[in-house]
DNA sequence: AGCTTTACCTCAGCGC
DNA sequence: TGCGCTGA
DNA sequence: GTAAAGC
């Protein structure tokens, strides 16, 4: 599952691989991976120019082309972008394959075909709902402590709930959202509007944490996620709570504990999240 | 309005 | 070995 | 992981 620092990684390593070459040709293999566009307008579009620059908003990769139109990529739950040979066997599940000068392919490929692209032209977020209304990025300077109480204030649902809203703040996935609750010692069913002062100070620290170390290991393999190269991350090394259910925690020994919340399974200690 | 559930897909892993 | 169910 | 549909 692709989160910020996965998205981050992609982004990096895609920036030397794919960033000016030429595009040659699109091939859309799943064609409901377009979601305002049809293959002639993506065609018509990338052909003859190149990516100039990648950037990150949340969990979306937007490419930048040498005019002004842009790509934007989100890989919900199983996609990858990868780079390889064009003479690579085209693997089971590919959305849809970029041709570029040197020989390479920029490759979407997608077990659960949930991931979406969309065409942008000029300014401005289109019709991409989610893109628009997206909440601080956690490692913006103006994502402080007053931020994250203000978006948690009055609410009456669970504070993981809230941090999973992207509207609320922007990046956060399943993986993330439950360890930076387990480090800042918080319940992930904890109502958001009783999260107190002292919490949300340590909250706002264990996101950042969370999220500067995720990227710093070049993210995390849990099972599906690799980078534009196709090398997986280190950070599933690092876990603490994530997927170890019956485990003991690293802090207190206590076994970490799984229970359903907002639809997701969430992992925490019973014992430092009381 | 705010929150929860469902739909979108395919497959691995489990129990029988 | 295969079937259905669950969860990612 | 999210958007749309349902309380």
New binding site residues.
Partial sequence: ???LPEVETIRRTLEEKILYRTIQGVEILYP?VLRNCDHGQLEAALVGRCFTKLDRR??YLICSLDSDHRLVI?L??TGRLVTVPVDDAVE??TSFCIHLEDDSDLRLVD????ATVDLLQGPGWGS????ESLGKEPLDEDFTPAYLADQLSG????VK??L?D?RRVAG????YVDESLHRAGIFPGKI?GNITEEEVRRLHQSIQGVIREGIAHRGTT??DYVDGEGRQGGFQALLRVYGREGEPCSTCGEPIARI?L????SFFCPRCQG
């Fill in positions: 599952m692709p989160e409901r949340g969990k989100h919900r739950m089971k599940h077990q659960r075909k949930f991409i709902k989610g893109l609410r009456r649902a669970a709930s809230v999973l992207q956060l996935g399943n993986i958001a849990f099972r359903k907002a639809g997701r399974s």
